[in-house]
């Protein structure tokens, strides 16, 4: 573990600012990272401040003497990884928000639970991720295409989008493998809007799920934590 937490530490030093304040932290965090600060909140961990920005955490003192540009945070006493806990609060969003008509619409069984996924066609995880969705039973599974891997990428997107059933194309290909192979000159600005949308909300990775409660969790998570998860939203 130790050598865990020292691999992903990083610390920046900085020169030494008598900062009172989270207003003064956060004006100071922004002159030295060139990024506007979201919040800063004490940590409860060594007088650490948490600097949220860009969809990151930061660490600083009062001082802003230092800077912990990439590290995460754990409580010996409860086992918990605070700057991952962290993270999935302050990047939930409003499931309800979602733009849900730039969504293909998978329905299995009653529907009644929900889960979004933005994924990219040509990602490997996004396709072992669609695999193991396939045995879900009783939810609606909103998929925005998010190609951000390849230029083939888009084009497969476009392909599947302009398809006349876009679930069953999107189905063929990430769980069978049979490419796409209809017109891609349909209106497909619900992608851009997707990428745009996607940027906003600083997924830089595919997949990202979020679940009803609007939790984000990134990558092809097992599906036992989907559906504990699935159970846990409702």
Same mark, same amino acid.
Not at 206 to 211: M, R, S, Y
């Given at each position: 573990? /130790?050598?865990? $937490? /020292?691999? $992903?530490?990083?610390?920046? /030093?900085a020169s030494p600012l008598f900062a009172a304040t989270e207003d003064d932290i956060s004006k100071a965090m922004e002159g030295y990272l060139g990024i506007k600060i979201e919040s800063v909140v004490k940590a409860g961990y060594f007088g650490l401040y948490e600097v949220y920005a860009d969809g990151n955490i930061f660490y600083t003192d009062e001082k802003v003497s230092a800077i912990?540009?990439?590290?995460?945070?754990y409580?010996?006493?409860s086992k918990k990884n605070v700057t991952e806990e962290r993270l999935l609060k302050l990047t939930a969003i409003r499931f309800g928000d979602l733009p849900f008509a730039q969504a293909i619409k998978l329905v299995r069984g009653d529907g009644k639970r929900q889960l979004a996924s933005f994924e990219d066609p040509n990602c490997g995880y996004c396709k072992r991720l669609a695999r193991e969705l396939q045995k879900l039973d009783n939810v609606t599974i909103h998929v925005f295409l998010y190609p951000i891997l390849s230029e083939d990428s888009l084009r497969k997107s476009r392909q599947i989008w302009c398809s006349a059933d876009r679930a069953k194309a999107w189905t063929d290909w990430m769980v069978d493998g049979k490419e796409p192979s209809g017109r891609?000159?349909?209106d497909t600005s619900a992608l851009t809007r997707n990428q745009a949308y996607g940027r906003r909300l600083n997924i830089s990775g595919?997949?990202?799920? !979020? !679940?009803a409660d609007g939790e984000r969790v990134p990558g092809a998570i097992p599906l036992a934590r989907i559906e504990q998860k699935l159970t846990q939203a409702r």
């Open positions: 573990m /130790l050598k865990k $937490l /020292l691999a $992903l530490a990083c610390v920046v /030093l912990m540009v990439r590290g995460e945070l409580d010996p006493r891609e000159d349909c595919t997949p990202t799920l !979020f !679940f």
